[in-house]
């Protein structure tokens, strides 16, 4: 079992920054791959970012590409989405989740092929 608690959201103007931290215990953290999705009120959940169990991370969306970083510190036990240029739109509920081994390019973006969930952490965007 593992456990992912996020932390890190906020209230801030647009142009801020902000970087959100997943902090995962119960499991070999260098085994699991990672993905960031967000939620806005009556939308559907939306995929952000995918890391690889190796760091390395291979997919982002495009609408935050540029301004959205996601990394992952073995050595903490942390995953992180640093957050700049925010927008309004980037408003939502921001979850992070894992799953052991990576996963194929194609398939990183669905969130059912993730076994663990953070709790969720609120970002707010607005002037």
């Known amino acids: 079992q593992v456990q992912l608690v996020e932390s890190g959201g906020g209230l801030v103007q647009p142009g801020a920054s902000l970087r959100l931290s997943c902090t995962a215990s119960?499991?070999?953290?260098?085994?699991?791959?990672f993905a960031w999705f967000r939620q806005s009120p009556g939308k559907e959940r939306e995929f952000v970012a995918h890391?690889?169990?190796?760091?390395?991370?291979?997919n982002i969306i495009n609408s935050v590409k540029g301004r959205f970083a996601a990394s992952k510190v073995n050595a903490k036990n942390t995953l992180y989405l640093q957050m700049d240029k925010l927008r309004p739109e980037d408003t939502a509920v921001y979850y992070c989740?894992?799953?052991?081994?990576?996963?194929?390019?194609?398939?990183?973006?669905?969130?059912?092929?993730?076994?663990?969930w953070g709790q969720g952490t609120q970002v707010t965007v607005t002037s």
């Open positions: 989740a894992a799953r052991t081994n990576d996963l194929i390019f194609s398939a990183q973006h669905i969130a059912r092929h993730y076994t663990y």
């Open positions: 890391v690889k169990t190796s760091g390395q991370n291979t």
């Open positions: 119960g499991r070999s953290f260098s085994s699991l791959s």
